[in-house]
């Protein structure tokens, strides 16, 4: 069985000397290490999204290095049976009833997650309180964003759904399409994000996670030299200004003073275990520091194009009583659209608190 990106870093800490990034991007030119370059997607741009899913990918010309060796790291152990999700991504954990299963079952759950950047689990029956229980193993719970859907008596739970009841939305209709991680606008994002499945549509809504360390590992040496040191700006107003896909918002002077810009690394290392990832995101990206303009944004979107393509990216196919987390530390997800005429989907999401990103 294929390993993790867990024990990449062991190579990765080899210092490399700083190239100045001028040297891969002109002046309103692209020129790419990575090969051809399409649309991208940006959070809020379904067209573009729409586009680079129908277009082939030429891997050919990406100049990826493969011959990276990891360990093993899924090993099984004696309570909990897990399978990859994706060649060295994610963890499916089968055959546990997470309501219900024991300590040690659940803190190798934790385990497991800290280790393969995602987990699943299929057919759960998950109360609100079963939720924050077990959500409460990886850490405290973060508070969202807008408070406007988080179910009643659970402020810690927030709803996605297209369902009007009464006149009134109870949730938040396509959050989270476009490439992005979660709380990236603020200085300490989400350590993780879990949605558990309420109603899912027959067709669509696939949610995709994108591995941000088999992304980093596949870049030459001469890239990754690069980028190593580069940061982004992040914005929440810019984000809630100018989205496509979820609700617009000017924000209010309160809302704005919460939420003040925070900068942000490209390349972000793992807490755990020191593995590096790259870390770009769309929607609240408004620059990349020191390289002003459309220069940096064209990098942002090279990059971000370059860490979602197949190779890297899971696809989960909702099914009721699914519950996914994806690690915020090392990978990007996106939403995709369903048709919201015929079918109805709620998910129910949580955040745990997490750090400042290095
Ligand atoms: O609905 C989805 O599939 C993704 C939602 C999302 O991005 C989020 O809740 O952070
Ligand atoms: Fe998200």
Known sequence: MSGSCLNAHEEL??????????????????????????????????????????????????????????EDAMTPTADIAIKDLKAGFGAEITGLDLATASDAALDQVVDTFHRHGAIALRDQKMTPDDLMRFIGRFGEAEDHTQTRFTLEGYPKIFILSNRVVDGKPIGAHNDGVGWHTDYSYKPEPVMLTMLYAVEVPEEGSDTLLADGCAAWNALPADRQALLEGLKLHHSYKHFMATRTFGEQQTLSPEMEAANPDVEHPLIRTHPADGRKALWPSTGTVTEVIGMPGPAGLALLDELVEFMTQDQFVYRHKWRVGDLLMWDNRCTLHTGTLYDDTKYFRTMHRLWVKGDKPY
Request: no cysteine.
């Open 13 to 70: 800490v080899v210092k490399r000397p700083r190239a100045p990034i001028a040297a891969s991007v002109s002046a309103g030119r692209r020129k790419s290490a990575f090969g051809a370059q399409g649309p991208i997607i940006r959070q809020g741009d379904e067209k573009a999204f729409v586009r680079v899913w129908a277009r082939p990918i030429r891997l050919a010309s990406l100049g990826f290095v493969n011959d990276r060796i990891f």
